[in-house]
């Protein structure tokens, strides 16, 4: 499991400097920051931090208890089909899924509460889809991984898994201008969920695949103009902030109401006071080392 851990890392990392290229050589929208806002908010806190302790909580927490509970993974039920079958049986069966609870999330005034931070970028590149709310991951996750593990699937299948859902779902949102043709009907790409994530009306209950885009097509929800949305995002104002974004859905706050207090607000500004600090800081010591180099 070494190997495959240090082969899917070796992938995953591949697939990010080739996206981000490819944003940068052929964009979707011309004129992205790289550090765009709200970047460092999904990188750190939904990437890095959320997706850690998510993982260790849905695999140690719950699948992990339900399997010893029940003993379900000793049956054995797919474990004799080949390693290839099994990836593909979960992928067709979670994406199917996926697509039906992410249509229900855009009827539901519950259920959007738990989706919106996810639309809440208002630019969209490789990284923007890594914005979802914890308790949507929890619900997502739980139901995408807990099948592979009780029906005793080839261990294999869950980083394999993993690490297809990474490139897809940063595949999907990122900022690349590229016409896949018919291909579209089946795959899903850049062209629909761009979409997707437009401050459009007319596409807000349209193009909920993630994978494969068939079930759009095949239930009548795809949207597909000769155009290119003109503004991304949610229609209102959305917290930038990571714990706000969270207590949004539960209880709807103003953001520029709560700056106001003294607390919350050195919290807030916390990250750009370190950033302008380092900063600073490498202009001083470049300057001193400029210096250096004069007086020798």
């Known amino acids: 499991m070494d190997k495959t851990f240090y082969f899917t890392t070796g992938i995953l990392f591949l697939s990010i400097f080739i996206l981000i290229l490819l944003e ?17 908010v999904d990188l750190v806190w939904y990437t890095l931090i959320q997706s850690y302790f998510l993982k260790i909580f849905i695999f140690d927490y ?4 339900l399997d010893k509970h029940f003993h379900l993974s000793s049956l054995h039920l797919v474990s004799s089909w080949p ?9 067709i069966t979670h994406d199917l899924y996926i697509y039906w609870f992410h249509r229900w999330q ?15 970028n208002k630019e969209i590149d490789w990284l923007a889809g890594a914005r979802s709310h914890s308790l949507e991951i929890l619900i997502n996750q739980t139901i995408e991984f807990a099948p592979i593990i009780l029906l005793g699937a080839n261990p294999l299948v869950v980083p394999v898994k993993a690490l297809i859902d990474a490139v897809w779902g940063m ?14 009907y089946i795959i899903n790409g850049p062209e629909m ?13 349209s193009n909920y695949s993630t994978k494969f885009s068939l079930w759009d097509w095949l239930f009548k929800t795809a949207y597909l103009p000769d155009t290119k949305p003109e503004k991304f995002g949610l229609p209102y104002n959305y917290p930038r902030d990571y714990f706000l974004q969270h207590f949004h859905a539960i209880k709807r706050v103003d953001e520029e ?18 950033v302008s600090w380092y900063k600073s800081k490498i202009k001083t010591l470049k ?10």
Do not use: C, M
């Open 24 to 40: 940068r050589k052929f964009p979707y929208r011309k004129g992205l920051a790289f550090f765009r806002e709200g970047f460092w």
């Open 287 to 296: 300057t001193d080392s400029l210096l250096h180099k004069t007086e020798i």
């Open 193 to 205: 969920h761009q979409w997707h994530h437009s401050d459009h009306q007319e596409v807000f209950f």
């Open 106 to 120: 855009h009827h539901s005034k519950i259920l959007w509460r738990t989706h919106e931070a996810h639309h809440s």
């Open 83 to 91: 390693l290839a079958v099994q990836v593909l049986f979960f992928l």
């Open 257 to 274: 109401k709560i700056l106001k207090n003294n607390y919350f607000s050195k919290y807030y500004r916390l990250r750009p006071r370190l």
């Open 171 to 184: 595949y999907i949102h990122s900022n690349i201008n590229i016409k896949s043709g018919k291909l579209q």
């Open 62 to 65: 719950i699948i992990l208890p």
